[in-house]
T-cell receptor, first 112, second 115 residues
Framework: QKEVEQDPGPLSVPEGAIVSLNCTYS??????FMWYRQYSRKGPELLMY????GNKEDGRFTAQVDKSSKYISLFIRDSQPSDSATYLC????????????FGRGTSLIVHP | GAVVSQHPSWVICKSGTSVKIECRSL??????MFWYRQFPKQSLMLMAT?????????EQGVEKDKFLINHASLTLSTLTVTSAHPEDSSFYIC???????????FGPGTRLLVL
């Protein structure tokens, strides 16, 4: 079992839909959770950064962390065609190796 | 946010040649930088951690003599793919930051094609 599992998709939704992207993990030491967006042939860019459990909202994006279930989510409201990209979750532990472990990414397609 | 640049953005080379890729942190100093490679539709695979002023730390399975890393200053790390072969063709991405409690900022990536 990989440390971080993420469905690669593709996930295809109509414009305006609410998108739910998810990752599960196995390492209970993970405390920092991140979502990156990667457009084709570009480097990833940081979207959301959360510490421990709870919700964090930034515009149309909401990140949720449920440490008891080892499950994190990214919600995108009112999705736009410009949101079409690959979304990677990443997580790291405090202390020891803080280098994040990445999921394989979910490809999202928002069609007009 | 922090800006990380990479140069070149893409390179095509013949098999057997060496290719150098530069990674720069433009508006901050980075004692640690990271090098990843990414195959199509795959996640980022960490190759090595580059430490300013000391030797890089390579991940298991990554040949250090094949992928030479030099972190000469607090704003520059270079990755040299020596004697490149077609199987080295990939998307190479660097990042900086990522200390405890920090996030990583990624460069735009370098696409390498070895013929």
């Amino acid at each position: 079992q990989k440390e971080v599992e993420q469905d690669p998709g593709p996930l295809s939704v109509p414009e305006g839909a609410i998108v739910s992207l998810n990752c599960t993990y196995s390492n209970s030491a993970f405390q920092y959770f991140m979502w990156y967006r990667q457009y084709s042939r570009k480097g990833p860019e940081l979207l959301m950064y959360t510490y421990s459990s709870g919700n964090k909202e930034d515009g149309r994006f909401t990140a949720q962390v449920d440490k008891s279930s080892k499950y994190i989510s990214l919600f995108i409201r009112d999705s736009q065609p410009s949101d079409s990209a690959t979304y990677l979750c990443a997580m790291s532990a405090w202390g020891g190796s803080y280098i994040p472990t990445f999921g394989r990414g979910t490809s999202l397609i928002v069609h007009p | 946010g922090a800006v990380v640049s990479q140069h070149p953005s893409w390179v095509i080379c013949k098999s057997g040649t060496s290719v150098k890729i530069e990674c720069r942190s433009l508006d901050f100093q980075a004692t640690t930088m990271f090098w990843y490679r990414q195959f199509p539709k795959q996640s980022l695979m960490l190759m090595a951690t580059s430490n300013e002023g000391s030797k890089a730390t390579y991940e298991q399975g990554v040949e250090k003599d094949k992928f030479l890393i030099n972190h000469a200053s607090l704003t520059l790390s270079t990755l040299t793919v020596t004697s490149a072969h077609p199987e080295d063709s990939s998307f190479y991405i660097c990042s900086a930051g990522g200390g405890p409690g920090e996030t990583q900022y990624f460069g735009p990536g370098t696409r390498l094609l070895v013929l």
